[in-house]
Each structure stands twice: as structure tokens, then as C-alpha cells.
């Protein structure tokens, strides 16, 4: 392994390929997934739902219309529900929080946000008590590394740095940094991303783990934003390094969970709202898949010749599971 310390060891098992790789793996473009006209037979032929947030259970910070009643119809049912997001932003107390904001009854057991993948992976491979984490991301990134006992340095702290270009400046950075975590993050600057980039560069076997590689995300209901990916890209081009991404549609959360809970991954059905990271999340990891247009995704867009990802259903949004399956409810 060279250089590489003993710890930087690719983890088979976690597939952590990126977002581009995964959608040149998928199959040509088929014929376009059906409408789900028989929520009660999906409803019945699975134990749990995983439900990606924004563009499903909320825009922004805006409800989206039916989800608490579908909710409760499947908790009635007898359905394990899952929250899974890529928004590292939040640790999942703080998700807790936002749920709990928006009317929604939710344990934070039922919750996994990137920002706790990054975490947990780290942990699944014991990376070094003497090792530090340089964060280019939010708060959410770094309370989840306080909960698991990871030394960590960056982050929102950061966001007021500067960088004094004078002849001859040399930026010095921490040699103990092993791990470098690239989030969403709404004050990125040049200070971090040439910190992050020193890292990985200079420090021998620092990893470049990404929470996740979304093009946009919601920040308003009003329009997209620019997504994490976006953040990721630029250490991705300054280090030409390719990231270990932990979010979807990377199969080590999917595969977190069925451990976790000791869920059979044939018993699970992925709701999203997004074809290359929620439906290819379900896909990689064997799963039922439903896709939502209440988000990203439109059907002008499932149906194009030039999409090549299909989930096995589409709905217009969460609330049809509960319209469709009224008459055996």
C-alpha cells in the first residue's frame, strides 16, 4: 500500500463508488417505471420504508401536503419507517428537532443524515485515536464526530478565514489530519478548500471522504440550490482525487441499516425523489423503489429516452401511498 497507512483500506463491502460511476454502471434506458395504482400489494410486500427528506417529507422548511397522515397509516400497519438524507448540515438531533418542528412524531433512531454516515464510517474502520478530521462542512458534520469520539478541527469555525496572498506565503496546515470530510457547506471559501486540499495532498494516506455528491438541494421551496456536490467537486479538482462518498446512492448506509435493525434488504422499499442518488441508492442496494415527483424529479424527465435509472414505481407524491391504499386501510 505504499505510502498509505494501514487504516486508508478500501471497504469492499460499503461500495462506496461515486454518483457518476454508479449511473455509468446502470442499464440502458428501459421502459418508463409504472404509476403505482396498487399501493396496498407494495404496502403489504415490505416491513420498512426509507424515506429521503427534502423533496418528499419537506421542501425547504415547508411540510409537504398528506406526509403526516401517510405517516401514520403505516406506523398503524406496522411499517419500521427510516429518514435518511444526504444534507449534512445537521447531526440527527438536530433533525430530530426539525421534525419535531414540522408536526412530525420521529425517534432519532429513525434517522440517518450523511453528516452521521461520515461519522460511522470512520468508526467502521477504526481510524486512529491520534488522527484528526479537517471538516469543510457545517455543524452538523461536527457534532455527529463529537458523538462518536473523532478529533476533529475545521468547520464553521473556519468560515471567517482568509488567506493573505502575499509573495513568498506558504499556508501551513496539520500533519495530523488522517481524514478530510467535504459537506454541504453555505460558507465555503478559498482558506478551506486550500486547507482540505493540503491535506489530502501532503498528509500520506489522508482519506477525501465526501457525505454526498447532489448537484442541488432545497434550501427554499422556491427554487434549487446548488448542492453538496458542488463543494465536493472543488477538492475533487484541486487534489484529482475521487472522493469515498458515504451518502447515497453509496450502499454503506443501506447496508448500515439492514445490520442495525436486521432488516432482509428484500423487505425494504426507497422512496425518493431523485433517479441518480434515492431510486440508484435502493437499486444498488436490492430494494423496492418508489419515486415521488414532489421534488426534484419530473415525469417529463423519468419518462425521457435519455434516462437510463427506473424505479419498479412513481407516484405523484408520499400521500398517494395513502389515497391508493384507503379501501384496505
Known amino acids: 500500500m505504499g505510502s498509505q497507512a494501514p ?12 454518483p457518476a460511476a454508479a449511473v455509468a454502471a446502470a442499464p440502458a434506458a428501459a421502459k418508463a417505471a ?6 396496498a400489494q407494495l404496502i403489504k410486500s415490505v416491513e420498512t420504508f426509507i424515506f429521503d427528506c427534502d423533496g418528499v417529507i419537506w421542501k425547504g422548511d415547508k411540510l409537504i401536503e398528506g406526509v403526516p397522515e401517510t405517516l401514520d397509516m403505516l406506523r398503524r ?69 463529537e458523538q462518536a469520539g473523532i478529533n476533529f478541527i475545521g468547520g464553521p469555525e473556519d468560515a471567517d478565514r482568509k488567506i493573505n496572498l ?46 454526498n455528491c447532489d448537484a442541488v438541494t432545497h434550501l427554499t421551496d422556491a427554487q434549487e440550490w446548488a448542492g453538496g456536490g458542488a463543494m465536493v467537486g472543488c477538492i475533487k479538482a484541486s487534489t484529482k482525487r475521487e472522493p469515498l462518498v458515504v451518502g447515497k446512492p453509496s450502499t454503506f448506509m443501506m447496508d448500515y441499516l439492514s445490520n442495525k435493525f436486521g432488516i432482509s434488504k428484500t423487505q425494504i422499499c426507497m422512496v425518493g425523489d431523485r433517479l441518480d442518488t434515492d431510486i440508484l441508492f435502493g437499486q444498488n442496494g436490492g430494494c423496492k423503489t418508489l419515486l415521488v415527483l414532489s ?8 419518462e425521457s429516452p435519455d434516462n ?11 400521500s398517494d401511498l395513502l389515497k391508493l391504499a384507503k379501501p384496505v386501510v
Open 295 to 302: 421534488g426534484v424529479t419530473t415525469l417529463k424527465t423519468l
Open 77 to 145: 400497519m406496522g411499517k419500521r419507517l427510516v429518514f435518511v438524507t444526504n444534507n449534512s448540515t445537521k447531526s440527527r438531533k438536530q433533525y430530530g428537532k426539525k421534525f419535531e418542528t414540522l408536526g412530525l412524531n420521529v425517534n432519532e433512531e429513525e434517522i440517518f443524515a450523511s453528516s452521521f454516515a461520515a461519522a460511522a464510517y470512520l468508526q467502521s474502520i477504526n481510524f486512529p485515536s491520534n488522527k484528526k478530521v479537517y471538516i469543510l462542512g457545517e455543524v452538523g458534520i461536527q457534532k455527529e464526530m
Open 308 to 318: 437510463t435509472i427506473q424505479p419498479d414505481y412513481y407516484a405523484n407524491g408520499l
Open 34 to 39: 409504472p404509476y403505482l395504482d396498487d399501493a
Open 166 to 211: 502575499e509573495p513568498g506565503q506558504l499556508m501551513e496546515h496539520d500533519k495530523d489530519v488522517g481524514a478530510v470530510v467535504v459537506g454541504f457547506d453555505r460558507y465555503i471559501n478559498y482558506y478551506k478548500i486550500q486547507y482540505a486540499t493540503l491535506c489530502i495532498r501532503e498528509n500520506p494516506g489522508c482519506l477525501f471522504i465526501g457525505t
Open 7 to 18: 487504516w486508508n483500506v478500501w471497504d469492499e463491502r460499503a461500495a462506496m463508488r461515486s
